[in-house]
């Protein structure tokens, strides 16, 4: 039966996690079911404010109380748990379970999402004042705390969450399967503007690395291959992306290897999009996780993604045709020709129907009209592109099929209720 020391007996947990922390900036841990540290990847100090928490025995076992409600949370809703510890802090945790039992959680977290301000450190105090504190050490410690946004706080517990989920042998096919739907669902623009400021971390961690970096349009071109199934088109792409990456003289395998494992993920989004079936997909997300996880060249890699855009791409031609699967072609159309001045007449064609006859089966399967459909399509591209520090309000907008940019503006206020300077603005300031 599957225990938690089996699970780390063979050294993988302890290598993704490290992966992680390389990637993310981010430090996990492994903790028992009791809320004990069972593993930590490499040398684990507490920050200051967690030194002084945990300089007295009472406040080790509050500690440890708190991770220890987080996993059965964590196990109880088959989701990660994000959480505050019983000193104020922020915490995440992802459950490690096998065959329904709880064997232990995957912990990151010890940060604030704001700058602790009079009242944090208020709060902080009443909740620790009975551990014989000083309250000025611990007000100076809380100044020192690592700040991350909510967004990224977000995407890292949902990585981790995939991970960890992956690395167990899970008899728990319905836990599994929970996890990878929760993680499809997200949407891809999210998804890819936290992996830019990822990478654009790695390039200030690592600049001698010379990370390549995928450029908006190269995703956005790979992933409507995928969703009309084009293949060729979708293979060469993916060879530009590996190139991007190999190309630079990388030394960082289990990094390379986390960038291909969130591109999976988005490949198997393209494809289901694309009305492949979700089983057979998640399936498929499994196996490839589990290879990779014991491939140890870049070249083995590099092979392992381009079978893995294979297998998905079959999925996606065994698509049964229907109505869905017409609206799911106009859908693919449209996420493929976002720049271009598109008319119902134009989508309709695309599926040899009428526009009446579109406008009327769209409405049904997405409760939305085709228009505002494509609208919505552009904005979101938009809010992935402002995100993008080299491209300006006009490019985004022109990339995004707006001819003038005052009316793009006027759509984005109109649907996001701020002015796309001002959306930009906001995001630079929460990364």
């Known amino acids: 039966m599957t225990n938690l020391q089996n699970i780390l007996a063979d050294g993988a947990l ?24 069972a593993l930590a990847p490499t040398a684990w100090e507490d920050c200051s404010f967690c030194s002084l928490v945990r300089a007295s025995g009472e406040g080790r076992r509050r500690c440890a109380a708190s991770y220890a409600r987080a996993a059965q949370q964590a ?21 490690l379970v096998a065959g329904g039992e709880l064997l232990g959680s995957v912990l990151c977290g010890q940060v604030t999402m704001w700058q602790p301000d009079d ?31 909510p967004r990224r706080v977000q995407s890292a517990a949902e990585l981790l969450f995939a991970i960890a989920t992956y690395i167990v042998q899970s008899e ?23 992996r830019k400021r990822l990478e654009q971390e790695l390039n200030a961690k690592a600049p001698s690395s010379a990370w390549g970096m995928f450029s908006p349009r190269q995703e956005r071109e790979l992933m409507g291959a995928v969703r ?18 190999f190309l630079t003289q990388p030394t960082h395998l289990d990094i390379i290897k986390a960038r291909l494992l969130e591109l999976a993920v988005f490949l198997s989004r393209a494809a289901i999009e694309a009305g492949a079936e979700p089983q057979l997909m998640l399936g498929l997300n499994y196996e490839a996780v589990q290879k990779l996880s014991h491939l140890e060249s870049f070249e083995d890699v590099c092979f392992w993604i381009v079978d893995v855009l294979d297998k998905f791409l079959d999925g996606t031609a065994s698509a049964p045709e229907s109505n869905s699967g017409l609206v799911r072609e106009c859908i693919r159309f449209m996420h493929d020709n976002l720049d271009a001045k ?17 406008s009327h089966l769209f409405k049904e399967e997405t409760r939305m009209s085709v228009m505002d459909y494509l609208l919505k399509a552009r904005l979101d591209d938009a809010k992935r592109l402002l995100a993008s520090p080299g491209i300006s309000v006009a490019q985004a907008a022109e990339q995004v099929g707006f001819a003038d940019p005052a009316h793009f503006s006027r759509c984005f206020k109109r649907a996001e ?15």
Request: aromatic share 6%; charged share 25%; hydrophobic share 40%.
């Open 14 to 37: 302890s290598r993704v996690l490290l992966s992680f922390k390389e990637t993310t900036g981010i430090a996990a841990r492994v903790m028992s079911p009791d809320g004990d540290l």
């Open 75 to 95: 196990s109880s809703i088959g989701e990660l748990y994000i959480f505050q510890c019983h000193a104020g802090l922020i915490c995440w945790a992802a459950p």
């Open 119 to 149: 009242f944090f450190v208020d709060e902080a105090t009443r909740r620790t004042g009975d551990l014989g504190i000083d309250p000025g050490q611990l007000e100076s410690a809380a100044a020192r705390l690592e700040q991350v946004s």
């Open 172 to 194: 728990d096919l319905a836990l599994k399967q929970r996890n990878e739907i929760y993680l499809q669902q997200r949407l891809l623009g999210e998804a890819i503007q936290e």
């Open 228 to 245: 009309s199934g084009r293949r060729n088109d979708a293979k060469r792409m993916l060879n530009e992306l590996l190139a991007d990456i």
């Open 342 to 358: 598109l008319t119902v007449a134009d989508i309709a064609a695309r599926v040899h129907l009428s526009p009446s006859r579109l």
């Open 417 to 431: 209720g701020i002015p796309p300077s001002a959306y930009r603005q906001r995001v630079m300031i929460a990364e």
